[in-house]
């Protein structure tokens, strides 16, 4: 079985750019997870998706959106880049959301 | 809301000696436990989980923890630990019932030594 796919793996940008990175789950999970990973906030929560509806959503700034597609695939937007948002954004598939999660190897994004 | 602290931010050990690493809880409803390590630009990898039953989970790797309801501890234990064990650790918890997303301790950073 294949795992979490995460693309692009690395991502330069400029201030003031957008942002689209995609996840691919595992083949018959409906949850997929959003999680930005940074130095010095650990990983902070994003956005949970369930059969394309957001059921959960962190603390983070209308910036960050995200979506899920009737195949469970996911994309997560960022808009206006600011240099903080530089971070390891990590996806993570489940079949629930609640239970064991499958993580991808992340898209490491950088803002210049 | 759900919380998870993990007590230390880094543990050193020398090879083959045994290691702990706390994990403590906060929760209103009844949840479910989790251990993921992370391996250097990778992402993460279950450990072991606490669903129900048997409050002592054994998962890969040597690692087993223990669910202790009482204190709302779960600790990450391991009798006797290699070079390779270095990683970071996250400790996780999510509701059973709602919420729907899981939240991570800030890591624990465990450095075997030779």
């Known amino acids: 079985k294949a795992g979490v796919t995460q693309t692009p793996r690395y991502l330069i940008k400029t201030r003031g750019q957008q942002v689209t990175l995609s996840c691919s789950p595992i083949?018959?999970?409906?949850?997929v997870s959003w999680y930005q990973q940074t130095p010095g906030q650990g990983l902070q929560f994003l956005f949970e998706?369930?059969?394309?509806?957001?059921?959960n959503k962190g603390n983070f700034p209308g910036r960050f959106s995200g979506r899920q597609f009737s195949n469970s695939r996911s994309e997560m937007n960022v808009s206006t880049l600011e240099l903080g948002d530089s971070a390891l954004y990590l996806c993570?598939?489940?079949?629930?959301?609640?239970?064991?999660?499958?993580f991808g190897q992340g898209t490491r994004l950088t803002v210049v | 809301a759900q919380s998870v602290t993990q007590l230390d931010s880094q543990v050193p050990v020398f090879e083959e000696a045994p290691v702990e690493l706390r994990c403590n809880y906060s929760?209103?409803?009844?949840?479910?436990l989790f251990w993921y390590v992370q391996y250097p630009n990778q992402g993460l990898q279950l450990l072991l989980k606490?669903?129900?039953?048997?409050?002592l989970v054994k998962g890969i790797n040597g690692f087993e923890a223990e669910f202790n309801k009482s204190q709302t501890s779960f600790h990450l234990r391991k009798p006797s630990v290699h070079i390779s064990d270095t990683a970071e650790y996250f400790c996780?918890?999510?509701?059973?019932?709602?919420?729907?997303?899981?939240?991570f301790g800030a890591g624990t950073r465990l450095f075997v030594k030779a």
């Open positions: 996780a918890v999510s509701e059973r019932t709602g919420g729907f997303k899981t939240i």
């Open positions: 606490y669903l129900s039953g048997s409050t």
């Open positions: 929760s209103s409803v009844s949840v479910y």
């Open positions: 993570a598939s489940s079949p629930q959301g609640n239970t064991e999660a499958f």
């Open positions: 083949s018959g999970h409906r949850s």
């Open positions: 998706y369930f059969s394309e509806t957001q059921r």
